[in-house]
């Protein structure tokens, strides 16, 4: 996949991302099909699941798996803080296919792995064990949820300015569906009156 950085007047999406959310990963390869149809930058930042969750009462199961989730939240901040946006916008993607595509979430495999296909360096794995990042995490999260509401999570994106939670897709729009997909989000998140659109999901997750 391409990271979509180079630079261009083409719209930017900021897409607020926890690389453990299978709903994010679905929502990032959508922009960057996307991407591939008209003019757009994709760009990703990190908005944690584990910290919006860290103080609920969850089910154990959930439970589990935020604990989990801060490990790559950490090493994904690490890399952007110390090596830019670019660094993430390789890593991300390097994680996802893993995680997601793959079904590994062997989180000791994956993240080493991810990093040498990234091409950053492999002591960022450490920084999966480092507390002293959260206050990252928690910034950006609160950056996010700033935009859209403390009750809402990822993914979060934001186009011209116009910030949204969603869309939550069980599978990845490909070609014109995809682009006419994003029209109608732009569109209704473009009305400031416009709060939600929803319907219970009844497919399982595709990430072909």
């Not at 589990?64 to 989730?69: I, L, V």
């Amino acid at each position: 996949m391409e990271d979509n950085l180079t630079p261009t007047s083409a719209p930017i999406a900021i897409t607020y991302v926890d690389p453990s959310c299978p709903f994010a990963w679905i929502t990032a390869r959508w922009l960057m099909e996307v991407a591939k149809m008209r003019p757009l930058t994709v760009r990703f930042e990190v908005m944690s699941l584990a910290v919006i969750n860290e103080h609920r009462d969850l089910e154990p199961w959930y439970r589990e798996f935020n604990d989990r989730a801060w490990g790559p939240a950490r090493v994904c901040v690490a890399a952007a803080e110390q090596h830019g946006a670019a660094a993430l916008a390789r890593l991300y993607p390097a994680l996802g296919r893993r995680i997601h595509d793959g079904g590994d979430k062997d989180f000791d495999t994956v993240v080493p792995q991810a990093l040498a296909e990234a091409g950053l360096p492999a002591d960022l794995a450490d920084a999966a064990r480092r507390s002293d990042l959260d206050p990252h995490l928690r910034a950006s999260t609160a950056r996010a949820q700033q935009l859209v509401g403390e009750d809402l999570g990822t993914p979060t994106v934001v186009i011209d300015d116009v910030a949204f939670f969603g869309p939550v897709l069980t599978s990845i729009p490909r070609g014109e569906e995809a682009v006419r997909v994003f029209d109608g989000a732009r569109l209704l998140a473009g009305c400031r009156a416009f709060s939600e659109l929803k319907r219970a999901r009844t497919d399982d997750l595709t990430f072909a």
